[in-house]
Structure formats: C-alpha cells, structure tokens
C-alpha cells in the first residue's frame, strides 16, 4: 500500500521499512535554477548564505521527494535577490560572497569578532545576540498550513552550532588552540552560545514543534575528509557537555510538543569515533553520510550503529553525482540502498548538497533510480 511522504519518513525513522525509502534533496542554487529550467518549472525559490536552496513543493514532487525543508533562519530574503557582496551575520562576524566559477557562490567568513580576546571577561564583554529568537513570529502559522495542506515530512534547520560557531568566532586556529592550552577561553565561548541556544530552542519548538517529523540542529562538523578534527579525548571533556545539554533539553522539549519526533545532528566527514557518543546524547539521525570520509564505510556503520542511529545521505555528491555518469550513479544510489536501508532508519539523499555543475540528467536520474530501487 502507497503512504504518504509524511508517512513514509516517520516509519523510516523508527527503525522499519516503509514501502520504499524516503528521499531528500539538498542542493545549492545554481544547479538547482538549472534543474528548475530543465523540467521547466517556473519557480520563486529563497536560498541561505551558504547557497542551500529551498525547494518549492512542485519541484519535490517531480521527483518524488518526500522532506520539505522549512526555509527558516533567511533574516534578510530579499539581499538573496540583490547578491550583496558582504553581510554581517547577527553573531557579529562578516562574510563575503565567493564565486566558484561555475555561476555558483557562497558566503564565507572574512574575520572572527573575537579573535583579540584575551580573557573570559572579553568574551562575556562581548555583544552577543538577544536571547530571543528574533524569527519566530508568523512561524507557526506557516508551518501550520504547510503541515495541514502537504503531506510532507517537515523539518527545520535550528540551534545547535555550538562547537563550530565557537570558532566561528574566535577563529579556528585559536579556538583549536584554547581547547588545549586555554580551555577556560574556549569553554567560556561555548556557554555562552548554549545559553543563547538553549532559550531559542525552547521558544522555536513551542511554535511549531507539533508539526516536525524531525528538526536538525545546525552544524556541528567534527572531521574533515581524513580524520576526526579534535580528539576524542578533547571532545568527550569539553565539547560533548555543551553539546549534551543542548540536544538532551531539545528533545525533552519536543516529545511534549510530538511525542513521535526525532532530532538529526549535522556533522560531516569522518566522524566514525563520535557515533557513540552521539546516540548516547540523544540524536537519532546523523546527516550528512559521507561515505568516501575515512572509516565512513556505509555498510560498517549500519551493521555498528543502525539499530540505534538512523542516516541521512551517502549519495556520493564529490565522487559519483559530480564526475560520474548516469549508470555510475544508478549503481551508486543502488549500494546506498543495499548498505542502509534494511531495517528502515534510513533517509536518501545526496551526501552534502548537490553542488554547480551536476547536470539536470544527472539528478533525475538519482531520484528515479531511487524510487525503482528503493522498494521493500
């Protein structure tokens, strides 16, 4: 029997197979304006700063994906139209637009407000955001009538990004640098995000947490292609508490409000080392898969932590959607499906977003491909 997205990724996500394997779709906005034009779509789309495009319910269903993502935390949508070079982000740092060289861009940070700190006073000195989510008005009534006239899974990207705001705004190398020989600094940064995190969280969910089949938090990248970025060790005494507190006081938040919802975490690359530790904070799906990141091996991590963690991703957007062809990625989303799927507790989709110069030909066939191999 057919179900209905919504359907479809709450039985996925709770560990069992639905009648086929949900998709996602997570793309940039030049190829998606190209995607748009090729099955000719005409298309009033938003983006954020790193270029991660919205899609519209018309798109979604041409290709039979069943999470609709919420476009939340935009502060400004209409700057999106005029390409504005630079920006000031609310946390206080400036980022500029960098082109690709390919008709695509993204913002990237060009300084680090705190990175002349030189005691904890500076950083409590500092002048942090309101505590009040300054976005949540009107939420609920969208996401509301998204919820009552789709049958989409909905999902909203917010909080978290405790860890890499953190050098966000002290800047990596001193941040990095405080976790080893000035913890004191680093960890002073780091509750001050959770305190601000922990209010917004709170004030979002009310909103609109009855109408998400799952919400992610914001990024929390822990490795880089080849490695975790900080040991274990580092991460387990100073990092996990703050990142603990804000998942478990999320969740606990949520399930008044759904008592069926899921929390995703955001971390890339190789983060086999951390897996444990977070399903014991309380995450239940882990995004992005990314499986050419070392120790990232999609069958090992469904046989290690599958019955517990769910997945979101591992379609391999560096290696098969970016310089393959359409048979190499036909075979690419059929591993994927073998490795991940059995049991449910696994969501298709590529392994970051769909980045320029992937063709449309190529994303079709991704999601059809999906949806013939995809089937329970």
């Not at 997205?5 to 030049?30: C, G, K």
Request: charged fraction near 25%; hydrophobic fraction near 40%; include cysteine.
């Amino acid at each position: 029997m057919s179900m209905t997205s919504r359907q479809r990724v709450e039985i996925a996500l709770d560990h069992r197979e639905p009648d086929r394997v949900p998709l996602d779709l997570t793309i940039v906005a030049r190829p998606y304006k190209e995607l748009i034009e090729y099955l000719n779509i005409s298309d009033d789309y938003w983006w954020d700063d790193w270029a991660h495009v919205f899609p519209t319910p018309e798109v979604l269903e041409k290709l039979n994906v069943d999470v609709f993502h919420i476009p939340y935390g935009i502060t400004v949508p209409e700057m999106w139209d005029k390409h504005c070079e630079f920006f000031k982000d609310e946390w206080g740092y400036t980022k500029q637009r960098i082109d690709d060289g390919k008709g695509g861009f993204l913002y990237q940070m060009i300084d680090h407000p705190l990175a002349g700190a030189q005691s904890v006073d500076d950083i409590m000195d500092y002048d942090w955001p309101d505590m009040d989510e300054p976005r949540v008005e009107g939420l609920e009534e969208y996401v509301r009538r998204l919820y009552n006239e789709t049958d989409f899974a909905l999902t909203l990207t917010f909080g978290g990004n405790i860890f890499e705001l953190s050098h966000y705004l002290r800047g990596m190398e001193n941040f990095f640098i405080d976790l080893i020989a000035n913890p004191e600094m680093a960890c002073a940064v780091m509750d001050k995000i959770l305190e601000i995190r922990l209010h917004r969280d709170k004030q979002v969910l009310q909103a609109v947490g009855k109408y998400l089949t799952y919400f992610r938090f914001q990024g929390e990248d822990l490795g880089s292609q080849r490695s975790p970025l900080i040991s274990p060790d580092t991460f387990r005494e100073l990092v996990k508490p703050r990142l603990q507190t804000e998942w478990r006081a999320a969740k606990a938040e949520y399930l008044i409000h759904n008592p069926k919802g899921k929390i995703s975490v955001h971390s890339c690359g190789a983060v086999f080392d951390f897996m444990e530790d977070f399903i014991e904070m309380g995450a239940d799906m882990l995004n992005p898969v990314q499986p050419n990141a070392v120790g990232m091996d999609t069958e090992l991590i469904k046989k290690t932590f599958g019955e517990r963690l769910c997945f979101h991703g591992a379609v391999n957007t560096q290696d098969a959607l970016s310089n393959g062809t359409v048979l190499d990625i036909v075979q690419e989303v059929k591993t994927r499906i073998e490795h991940l799927a059995p049991g449910g507790g696994y969501i298709l989709s590529p392994s970051h977003n769909i980045q320029s110069g992937v063709a449309p030909e190529k994303i079709i066939a991704m999601y059809a491909a999906a949806v013939e191999f995809g089937r329970y």
